[in-house]
């Protein structure tokens, strides 16, 4: 099995920072495409930002300047680092990951199980 492990969220002041961390955990997998999205209160899960096997990325328009995607392939892991953190940013982030499984030729999305972002005036 894979599992997407995700760490870092918590509670921060608007303009500080918090970066956050999803693993992925298990075997006979390959990573592709990794990415984070959010979910506020009543609202649809939306992109935030993604990342390529080649380290290509793509950000959101209300996040580009402030949020950078990076990734540790010899880890598998993907990070967030947000800064200039605002209030409309409050919202539980959501890991994501287009994983290879080698043995089952298949590729599917996985999700890490959400991490609370709250940010203050």
């Known amino acids: 099995q894979v599992q997407l492990v995700e760490s870092g969220g918590g509670l921060v002041q608007a303009g500080g920072s918090l970066r956050l961390s999803c693993a992925a955990s298990?075997?006979?997998?390959?990573?592709?495409?990794m990415g984070w999205y959010r979910q506020a209160p009543g609202k649809q899960r939306e992109l935030v930002a993604t990342i390529t096997s080649g380290s290509s990325t793509s950000y959101a328009d209300s996040v580009k300047g402030r949020f950078t995607i990076s990734r540790d392939n010899a880890k598998n892991t993907v990070y967030l680092q947000m800064n200039s953190l605002e209030p409309e940013d409050t919202a539980v982030y959501y890991c994501?990951?287009?994983?290879?499984?080698?043995?089952?030729?298949?590729?599917?999305?996985?999700w890490g199980q959400g991490t609370q972002v709250t940010v203050s005036s």
């Open positions: 994501n990951a287009e994983i290879y499984r080698t043995y089952y030729y298949t590729t599917n999305n996985y």
């Open positions: 298990g075997s006979g997998f390959s990573i592709r495409t």
